[in-house]
């Protein structure tokens, strides 16, 4: 009876157990306490910290791939075939070998379930992707490794982007359009980022990665890691949402530091009313151009400014509203989970991610400083001043960052309300980190 | 419709500083430019479509209800600010063309039962917070 029970406690998770895994529910207690007590990003944290979570638990069904095609990650010649047509392997099983050059590469079974086409031999010289054999087996994919094709597939962000479209006015924007540029200079923090993280020994795909985290745009930043760096899109996304949620601990004392007392006090002047028709057009304008000058940024910008022109256009106000209730909560619940599921204490609990989290802050940094410094250097030229303090709005995390820019300005006078202006470069950051993003991956080859 | 990339030459690798600097000055050219093209567009937009300034309606709005309390109608008692916040209201809602004959302040409200007010803040306090505001 004692064996039994011992037998039995075999089949429980705890033997599973690794040590990264206490360390991940550490990890994971920490995002829940900045974002159930802190209020820190709380609905992107909550899934992400949960779903990192269940991914350090030894959890069955809930990731795993079902049988299907065996692919090769890798080019090169066939060595060995180690499981004939016909035979059942389990998951983990070696089921042959390429080598390229020396180096050979073992390709394991994903799943378990039986080989039933072999669609190479040894000795055949393959390219990346190809497939090696057709294999079978009676248990289907988990819930996470299909809601997880979202990401893998870029699916989810420019979703996610039209709920943010839907939410977004560009009217402070389009009556000043000026502060456009104050969005494009945001970008340098992204650039200078990506500058640092290669001279550190990343590669650019990884560089790329890395400095969009400070564009502060989630979305973007999710989805330019997936296509550039997909190994590490775990420590890229939470640290791109913990630096929004932390932007107005960070961007204050930049804020300070590069701005005088009498600069602080410029009062702006008042918007003027921006009609219907001029915010179509807008959306359609910033549709077209943004897409002829770099058209690798087409889902993004394209989704952003179909649920912007849904919003405006008043007439499809169902849609509005799925926009910006439905899709946009149920993607995030993917999004966050799905993002959460990627952090394995294997793929986390590395120095990169130290790393990264410290290239983060580096990108979120230089952007608000060359947002306020744009500012300035436009007041030099222009008859109506740009209070500076809403250059720090150019980082996108629409609306934290404007927020931010209206407690400065009020701190310096009570009566100066520099929100609605501070929108202004707080989109176009929106629109210029999409830009960047587009120009990394029309350009950066993994 | 797939277009080629840009111009630019891709970046692979582990690229030199010099190459690296040049190749980031492309991006944030690019960034600018595109924001710039843009700048100038809805600069020009602004120029065809923009909605006349709310100046006309707040000129029209004082020609309804002069600001000042003493040309605040039937209402002597109110403060210019008061006036001039209901009179904006009213031209907010009803337009331009509408006229203010008169400002009365609402009679005071007769006390009532505690009990039965505290069960009327209660209903409005569930309405307000059933309303998921934005």
């Known amino acids: 009876m004692l064996q039994d029970y011992f037998d039995f406690f075999k089949l429980t998770g705890f033997p599973s157990i690794t040590w990264q895994m206490p360390l991940m529910w550490g990890v994971v207690v920490v995002l829940l306490y900045l974002a159930v007590y802190k209020g820190f990003e709380p609905l992107l944290l909550v899934p992400i910290a949960f779903g990192a979570l269940l991914a350090n638990l030894p959890s069955v069904g809930l990731v ?18 180690h499981v004939k047509p016909g035979e059942y392997f389990e998951e983990g099983t070696l089921l042959a070998v390429i080598e390229w050059e020396g180096a050979p590469t073992e390709i394991r079974a994903h799943a378990r379930g039986q080989m039933t086409v072999a669609h190479v031999a040894v000795g055949d010289r393959i390219l990346a992707g190809a497939i090696l054999a057709s294999s079978y087996g009676a248990e289907p994919g988990g819930l996470f490794y299909y809601i997880s094709r979202g990401i893998e597939w870029e699916i989810f962000p420019p979703l996610i982007f039209l709920g943010v479209g839907a939410l977004t006015d560009f009217g402070p924007l389009i009556a000043r ?23 550190l020994g990343f590669t650019v795909g990884e560089s790329a990665s890395i400095g969009i985290i400070g564009g502060a745009d989630g979305p973007t930043a999710i989805f330019l890691s997936a296509k550039l760096a997909p190994h590490l899109l775990p420590a890229i996304a939470v640290a791109a949402y913990s630096y929004m949620a932390l932007v107005p601990l960070i961007q204050p004392p930049i804020m300070r530091l590069l701005t005088s007392k009498k600069e602080r006090l410029i009062r702006m002047t008042s918007l003027r009313p921006v009609g219907k028709t001029e915010k179509l057009v807008f959306a359609l304008l910033v549709t077209i151009l943004c897409i002829l000058l770099v058209p690798a940024a087409t889902a993004l910008i394209g989704m952003l400014m179909l649920g912007n022109f849904f919003r405006e256009c008043g007439v499809t106000e169902r849609l509005v509203k799925a926009a910006q209730n439905e899709i946009i909560n149920v993607i995030t619940i993917f999004l966050g989970t799905s993002v959460g599921m990627t952090m394995t204490g294997e793929r986390f609990l590395r120095s990169d991610t130290l790393l990264i989290i410290g290239l983060g802050i580096v990108a979120f940094g230089v952007a608000t400083a060359a947002g306020v410094l744009m500012a300035k250097f436009l007041n030099l030229f222009l008859r109506q001043k740009i209070n500076p303090l809403i250059g720090s709005a150019g980082v996108s995390a629409v609306p934290m960052a404007a927020r931010v820019s209206q407690v400065e300005g009020q701190r310096a006078d009570p009566n100066n309300y520099l929100l609605m202006h501070a929108m202004g470069p707080n989109v176009a950051g929106v629109i210029g980190t999409a830009v960047i993003a587009g120009y990394y991956i029309a350009t950066v080859v993994r | 419709m797939n277009v080629s990339l840009l111009a630019t030459e891709p970046i692979t690798g582990h690229p030199g500083f010099l190459e690296n600097l040049a190749y980031q000055s492309v991006g944030i050219m690019v960034v600018l430019t595109s924001l710039g093209i843009l700048l100038l567009c809805v600069t020009l937009l602004g120029r065809f479509l923009a909605v006349p300034a709310p100046a006309a309606s707040a000129s029209a709005a004082p020609a309804s209800a002069p600001a000042g309390a003493d040309s605040c109608p039937g209402a002597s008692g109110l ?8 009179t904006a209201a009213v031209s907010e809602v009803l337009g331009t063309d509408a006229a203010i004959q008169s400002i009365r302040p609402i009679q005071p409200v007769p006390p009532t039962n505690p009990f039965l007010q505290a069960w009327s803040v209660e209903g409005r306090r569930q309405i307000f917070s059933s309303h998921n505001l934005r």
């Open chain 1, 177 to 199: 359009p000026i502060t456009l540029l104050l969005g494009g200079a945001a970008q340098i923090g992204v650039a200078a980022t990506f500058l640092g993280a290669t001279l």
């Open chain 2, 79 to 86: 403060s210019p600010e008061v006036c001039a916040a209901i």
């Open chain 1, 64 to 81: 795993n791939e079902p049988a299907g095609p065996i692919v090769s990650p890798v080019a090169g010649i066939v060595q060995a075939i």
